[in-house]
């Protein structure tokens, strides 16, 4: 970077204004009509949710929160000293997370992947109308 010279008046206070405001690049930039296409997509472009993949959510979730209350009992103290119920708090925990995963991978993906399918037909089935 060249080094500023104090003698330049852009850099000198006494000289008065030093320069002038611009509007931002984005105000002078032209306005898209796709604000109604963006209102249609859901978040992240997903398609709602259907009943099922709803339920299925929620006992995932349930889950979750439930190896997270194991994990939670293991640092009782006395929780930690008894090794018997340190080791039964970590294998519910360790069953918790596997049933959730479990649940994920074999109920809610296909699910999310076959409401995104249905999606992508609608969306053909439209645009081959116009």
Same mark, same amino acid.
């Given at each position: #970077?060249?080094?500023?010279?104090?003698?330049?008046?852009?850099? +000198?206070?006494?000289?008065?204004?030093?320069?002038?405001?611009?509007?931002? *690049?984005?105000?002078? %930039?032209?306005?898209?009509?796709?604000?109604? $296409?963006? *209102?249609?997509?859901? $978040?992240?472009?997903?398609?709602?949710?259907?009943?099922? #993949?709803?339920?299925?959510?929620?006992?995932?979730?349930?889950?979750?929160?439930?190896?997270?209350?194991?994990?939670?009992?293991?640092?009782?103290?006395?929780?930690? &000293?008894?090794?018997?119920?340190? @080791?039964?708090?970590?294998?519910? &925990?360790?069953?918790?997370?596997? @049933?959730?995963?479990?649940?994920?991978?074999? $109920?809610?993906?296909?699910?999310?992947? /076959?409401? #995104? &399918?249905?999606? %992508? +037909? &609608?969306?053909?089935?439209? /645009?081959?109308?116009?």
């Amino acid at each position: #970077m060249a080094r500023r010279s104090p003698a330049n008046p852009r850099y +000198q206070r006494h000289t008065g204004p030093s320069g002038k405001t611009r509007r931002s *690049a984005s105000s002078a %930039k032209v306005k898209r009509a796709g604000e109604a $296409r963006a *209102a249609k997509r859901t $978040r992240f472009g997903l398609p709602p949710a259907t009943p099922e #993949m709803k339920r299925w959510r929620r006992i995932w979730w349930a889950l979750i929160g439930v190896a997270l209350a194991f994990a939670a009992t293991m640092l009782i103290p006395g929780v930690r &000293e008894n090794r018997v119920l340190a @080791t039964t708090a970590l294998a519910l &925990e360790f069953a918790a997370l596997g @049933t959730a995963i479990y649940i994920d991978w074999k $109920r809610i993906r296909p699910l999310r992947m /076959e409401q #995104m &399918e249905r999606a %992508k +037909q &609608e969306r053909k089935a439209r /645009e081959g109308k116009r």
